[in-house]
Every structure is written in C-alpha cells, then in structure tokens.
C-alpha cells in the first residue's frame, strides 16, 4: 500500500510564499509521474504541477513562473514551491502519485488547505 502524506498549508497573505511536502511511504521511483492537484470550494480539480521520473516538469498556465515542483529522492519526497501567491490559489491542495505498470495506478494522499488572504 502506497501512503501519501502532505504538509506545509497554511494562511498567507497575497504575495507569499509557502512550501509544500509531500512524502511517500516507498522510494518516488517506484512512480512513472507525481504531481500536485488543487481544488477550491465549488470548483473541479484541477493539475497544478507534475515531475515525471526522469525530472521533466509541468505546470498549469496559471501558476506557471510562480510555482515549482522538485523532489528529494533520499527523503521519497515531492515539493511545491508557491511564490507570489493569490486568492485565487486558495485550495485544497492534493499530492498525486502514478504507476503505470500494464495498466495505471494511482494514489492520492489526504490533502492540505492553503488559503490566501489579507
């Protein structure tokens, strides 16, 4: 069983900055992809950011050169760096992972809030 834990949401006003984590239960190799989702009260989810296994990155048009996504592979753990935050990031914020192994699985951890406000 595959477990997904995040941390670092919190409350920051526009224009800040928070980190973050999301560490897995196995080495983030046994993953062909991870990435983070978000989802605002009334609205679908939607992909934030995603690193495959070989490092290439993405990002959603409206978070890109504001956020990044990077790993730390000794600590199985997946970072969303979010910079110059706005309200409209104001989410829940869920870490993804994809194995694709004959057929795809995913996993998904318990979520954290992020809420931007003044």
């Known amino acids: 069983q595959v477990v997904l834990v995040e941390s670092g949401g919190g409350l920051v006003q526009p224009g800040g900055s928070l980190r973050l984590s999301c560490a897995a239960s196995?080495?983030?190799?046994?993953?062909?992809?991870m990435g983070w989702y978000r989802q605002a009260p009334g609205k679908q989810r939607e992909l934030v950011a995603s690193i495959s296994r070989g490092g290439s990155t993405d990002y959603a048009d409206s978070v890109k050169g504001r956020f990044t996504i990077s790993r730390d592979n000794a600590k199985n753990t997946v970072y969303l760096q979010m910079n110059s935050l706005k309200p409209e990031d104001t989410a829940d914020y869920y870490c993804?992972?994809?194995?694709?192994?004959?057929?795809?699985?995913?996993?998904w951890g318990q979520g954290t809030q992020v809420t931007v406000s003044s």
């Open positions: 993804n992972a994809i194995i694709a192994l004959g057929s795809v699985i995913g996993y």
């Open positions: 196995e080495s983030i190799f046994s993953f062909n992809r």
